[in-house]
C-alpha cells in the first residue's frame, strides 16, 4: 500500500486559490490517486481522481508530478463552504483497498 | 434520489447491549461499505459487500456483523457494545469496485 504524507493542516483566503499537497512516493504505477473531502459532521464526498494526466472537474483540479510521487489539488477560488479535511489516497484495485489517512484540514478566513 | 440513508444518527448504548445501524442506498449500487471514524483520523474499513448474499470483512471487523440479503439494505449490527465501539460509523455504496464512494451522514454511538 502507498503511504502518504499530507499537511496536518493549511490555512487560505476567501475567493483566492488553494494548493494542497500530497506527497506518495511509493505509489505503484497502477494505482490512481484519490481525493475526497469531509465536511464539519458530514461523511465524506468525492472530490476528483487522476491516475497519470491533470484531471479537472467543476470541484477541483489534480495536478499530478510527472512521477507520480507527488500531486496537488487545486481550489481555484476557494469559499467558506470548502473548508474541510481533504484526504488525498492512493489506490488502484479495489475501494476496499484504499487507506485513509488523518488528511488535511482547510481552513479558509473570511 | 435520497442517495445514501443511515439510521440512527445518534444512539448511546451501555456496554454488553445490542443494536443495529441501519443502510440503505436508492442508487442501485452493487458495492456497499462500513467504516468506523475516531477523532482526528480517516476511515477504517469494517466489512463490506459486492452484492446481495455477498459480504467479506475488512481492516477491523471484530464485534461486528453484516448481512446483504437485498440490494438497498446494508445493515451493521454490534452484538454485545463495548467501550472501544465508541466512534461514528459512515455507510457507504458503490456503483463499481473501483467507482467513486458515496456516504451516508454517519452514526455516532456512545458506548458507556
Known amino acids: 500500500d502507498a503511504k502518504t504524507t499530507q499537511p496536518n493542516s493549511m490555512e487560505s483566503n476567501e475567493e483566492e486559490p488553494v494548493h494542497l499537497p500530497c506527497n506518495h512516493s511509493t505509489i505503484s504505477g497502477t494505482d490512481y490517486i484519490h481525493w475526497y473531502r469531509q465536511l464539519p459532521s458530514q461523511g465524506p464526498e468525492y472530490v476528483i481522481h487522476g491516475l497519470t494526466s491533470n484531471v479537472n472537474n467543476r470541484m477541483a483540479s489534480l495536478a499530478i508530478a510527472e512521477d507520480r510521487k507527488s500531486s496537488t489539488l487545486i481550489l481555484h477560488r476557494a469559499t467558506l463552504r470548502d473548508a474541510a479535511v481533504y484526504y488525498c489516497?492512493?489506490?488502484?484495485?479495489?475501494?476496499?483497498?484504499?487507506?485513509w489517512g488523518a488528511g488535511t484540514k482547510l481552513i479558509i478566513k473570511p | 434520489n435520497a442517495g445514501v440513508t443511515q439510521t440512527p444518527k445518534f444512539q448511546v448504548l451501555k456496554t454488553g447491549q445490542s443494536m443495529t445501524l441501519q443502510c440503505a442506498q436508492d442508487?442501485?449500487?452493487?458495492?456497499m461499505s462500513w467504516y468506523r471514524q475516531d477523532p482526528g483520523m480517516g476511515l477504517r474499513l469494517i466489512h463490506y459487500s459486492v452484492g446481495a448474499g455477498i459480504t467479506d470483512q475488512g481492516e477491523v471487523p471484530n464485534g461486528y456483523n453484516v448481512s446483504r440479503s437485498t440490494t438497498e439494505d446494508f445493515p451493521l449490527r454490534l452484538l454485545s457494545a463495548a467501550p472501544s465501539q465508541t466512534s461514528v460509523y459512515f455507510c457507504?455504496?458503490?456503483?463499481?469496485?473501483?467507482?467513486?464512494?458515496?456516504f451516508g451522514e454517519g452514526s455516532r454511538l456512545t458506548v458507556l
Open positions: 457507504a455504496s458503490s456503483l463499481y469496485n473501483t467507482g467513486e464512494l458515496f
Open positions: 489516497i492512493p489506490g488502484g484495485d479495489s475501494n476496499y483497498q484504499l487507506i
Open positions: 442508487m442501485n449500487h452493487e458495492y
